[in-house]
């Protein structure tokens, strides 16, 4: 059986599909994040994304970057 495609995050203009995940894993008791391979279905992995700078171009024209927080990653427009 073979693992479905990673989910992406939407782009904030126009909410088409836009930055896939980039792993699988979770944070563990004292904060640290614990990688899986991303084929990983356990119950203790999610879909994991890094605010590593790239910028993603939309079909619509929008540029935008990960951004993540404590518990969320999502996509902030870049301006030129």
């Known amino acids: 059986m ?16 836009l ?12 904060g640290n994040e614990v990688e899986h391979r991303i084929s990983c279905r356990c119950h203790w992995c999610d879909w994991r994304w890094y605010d590593d700078g790239t910028v993603y171009t939309c079909p619509c024209g929008t540029r935008a970057r990960v951004c993540c927080d ?11």
């Open 70 to 80: 404590d518990e969320h990653a999502y996509l902030t427009e870049v301006t030129p």
């Open 19 to 30: 930055a896939p995940a980039e792993g699988r894993g979770r944070t563990d008791r004292d």
């Open 2 to 17: 073979t693992a479905p495609d990673p989910p992406s995050l939407p782009c904030p203009a126009c909410g088409a599909p």
